[in-house]
């Protein structure tokens, strides 16, 4: 809980929830101050090029269990969200250490880098860098601020250049756990202390830009008008549709700019984010494209246009069997009552999926509330889920028997 406080006041917003944007001085901050917390646990502590926080605990084998999560935050968010699990992981290595406890996996602590997309970039850096998917083309890419995300990384101590070799050797991960808080309502409201994530929604989405005609706002008569952001309240709703049909679980518009922004001036250009997530890829693409045919109505009727831009995919996930399998029985052995649940937010972890088994452990998060200052979770709760992660990789170190003769990762 000390640990948990101390970072939260790394923020560039005190009293207004904790801001540490990925590549913004409180990042560096906050990497320093989790860098000597592994220290302290008795790891062997790196910064990859990615700048994602690495402590290395070896193992009677190289053979690699790894926990974590992401040290990022989004702006005036709470303290728990990504924190949580990164916190807990160095928890769980300092419980080791102190006990003198030696695992036949090499266990490896990381605080991921980037993940909530800072400035508009990607997201999702770091665990894209360690799994060795990144793409280089998203190094060029300007930000909402102008600036390319090689910029963003080599600002705070990264190696762009080496993003796309990976730090990790994936074929010597048998897995990777990550502990979060849920991000919504479920657990609370069913009064469970410990959800096993069976699944990781899957989100994709564009950028869309509706064009239409600036002119007065006085005396252009209604019905000779050339309204972008008319006929961006048309998507809104179609997008709000996607989900109420059914097409989707959950669909948002989250950002919308508007041009040129004057009372008197009917507007010519709007600027907005569309996103929707599904555990059911296949759904997400359908919504689309059923999306994309809304549009095209909605801007004849409008006497608009648009054009848009596709962003990342991040597919869906489905959570290892058998390390969901170690949870459950983490879960029991302590007797705090668990259950099966989906993720709609994303996670490092269905990155890292590309190259291992995964598994995530939920706790309850107070009302549903996350990426908020009023983001809470009980002292009881924290607990539980850091003893659930600790019971569950000495569960998963067992149960996932590496071969013998391999010699220990350094």
């Not at 250009?269 to 494209?289: G, H, N, Q, T």
Request: with cysteine; net charge negative.
């Amino acid at each position: 809980m000390e640990r948990l406080r101390e970072l939260s006041q790394i923020t560039s917003t005190p009293g207004r929830g904790v801001t540490r944007l990925a590549y913004s001085p409180e990042d560096i901050l906050g990497r320093r101050l989790v860098a000597q917390w592994m220290d302290e646990a008795g790891l062997a502590v790196r910064e990859d090029a990615a700048t994602n926080v690495i402590g290395v605990r070896p193992g009677r084998t190289d053979r690699i269990l790894m926990i974590g999560s992401h040290l990022d935050t989004v702006k005036q968010a709470g303290h728990l969200d990504g924190t949580y699990g990164a916190v807990a992981a160095i928890e769980v290595a300092d419980m080791l250490y102190r006990n003198q406890t030696t695992l036949e996996h090499t266990l490896v602590v990381v605080g991921f880098s980037n993940e909530e997309g800072a400035y508009g970039t990607p997201g999702m850096t770091g665990s894209h860098a360690l799994a060795g998917v990144f793409k280089p083309e998203w190094l060029e890419a300007e930000d909402h601020e102008g600036v390319t995300l090689a910029e963003r990384i080599r600002s705070t101590g990264g190696q762009p250049s080496d993003l796309t070799q990976p730090d990790i050797d994936g074929s010597l991960l048998d897995g990777f756990i990550e502990l979060h808080i849920e991000q919504g309502p479920v657990l609370e409201s069913a009064g469970v202390p410990i959800g096993i994530v069976q699944a990781i929604t899957g989100r994709d989405g564009f950028v869309l830009e509706l064009h239409g005609m600036a002119n007065h706002a006085g005396t252009t008569p209604m019905a000779d008008r050339h309204d972008a952001l008319v006929a961006a309240a048309h998507v809104v709703l179609a997008v709000e549709g996607l989900a109420d049909e059914g097409w989707v679980r959950v669909a948002t518009v989250g950002v919308m700019e508007v041009g040129p922004g004057s009372s008197n001036v009917i507007p010519d250009r709007v600027s907005m984010s569309i996103e929707v997530r599904d555990a059911d890829d296949a759904r997400v693409e359908a919504a689309l494209a059923e999306l994309l045919g809304r549009i095209e109505a909605i801007v004849d009727l409008t006497s608009t246009t648009y054009t848009y831009q596709r962003v990342p995919h991040v597919l869906a996930v489905a959570i290892n069997s058998l390390l969901a399998d170690c949870v459950a029985s983490a879960a029991d052995s302590l007797e705090l009552e668990s259950v099966p649940i989906e993720s709609g937010a994303g996670h490092d972890a269905q990155v890292i999926a590309n190259v291992a088994p995964i598994a995530m452990i939920f706790v309850p998060s107070s009302e549903g509330v996350s990426h908020s200052s009023l983001e809470h979770t009980s002292a009881l709760h924290l607990r539980g889920g850091a003893e659930v992660l600790a019971a569950a990789v000495i569960e998963a170190d067992a149960r996932i028997s590496p071969p013998p003769t391999m010699a220990a990762h350094g």
